[in-house]
């Protein structure tokens, strides 16, 4: 059982360069969702979501777009790469009971703009 | 807006030792709140989760209360272990909504 799958573990980009990152789970989870961690502020909410064919704004969505694939898949992309989006990417997951479920957790992209 | 802080940032103890990690949160108004466990270069593995209406959640030697009143809970770690040491986050989800809010986290050492 993987869980939550995350593509790539790291990546380097130049500024204004553009990349996706990827994510699967095969939990049959209706929720899915993109934190960003940075040292000493907790976990940012990017974009999440809540069902399949439906998206919603964080806390800290701009510069980002996402895009729900399918019921597994939920992808994060970065249109014009700056350095204060250099970050661990965290996906995650809950259901299918939704709320009151636990969030599962992806094991990171590394992401570093220069 | 909610916020959710831990105290202490950092906590260094010896191996056998009972421990308290605390975390408040500014908006009462919460669906659930869950403690997770953070390793060095990995993503949060979920250690309880508990229910706005309920007091507590035990296990093994993990018991996490909630006081919704106060905007208060703690995760109680017994006998602690060398292989206890790690990044331990807390964090609220929010009423009406999709938003789990998140606190910095407390890095544990246990030292052996």
């Known amino acids: 059982n993987a869980g939550v799958t995350q593509t790539p573990k790291f990546q380097v980009l130049k500024t204004g360069q553009s990349m996706t990152l990827q994510c699967a789970q095969d939990?049959?989870?209706?929720?899915m969702y993109w934190y960003r961690q940075d040292p000493g502020m907790g976990l940012r909410l990017i974009y999440y979501s809540a069902s399949e064919g439906t998206t919603d704004k964080g806390e800290v969505p701009n510069g980002y777009n996402v895009s729900r694939l399918n019921k597994r898949e939920f992808s994060l992309r970065l249109e014009s790469a700056a350095p204060s989006q250099t970050s661990v990417y965290f996906c995650a997951s809950h259901g299918p009971q939704t709320l009151d479920s636990p969030l599962h957790f992806g094991n990171g992209t590394r992401l570093t703009v220069t | 807006k909610q916020e959710v802080t831990q105290i202490p940032a950092a906590l260094s103890v010896p191996e056998g030792e009972n421990l308290v990690l605390n975390c408040s949160f500014t908006d009462s108004a919460i669906y659930n709140l869950q403690w997770f466990r953070q390793d060095p270069g990995k993503g949060l593995t979920s250690l309880l989760l508990i229910q706005s209406s309920q007091r507590e959640q035990t296990s093994g030697r993990l018991n996490a209360s909630l006081d919704k009143s106060s905007g208060r809970s703690t995760l109680y770690i017994a006998a602690s272990q060398p292989g206890d040491s790690a990044t331990y986050l807390c964090a609220v989800r929010e009423t009406g909504g999709f938003k789990t809010i998140f606190g910095a986290g407390t890095r544990l050492f246990v030292k052996a």
């Open positions: 939990m049959n989870h209706n929720s």
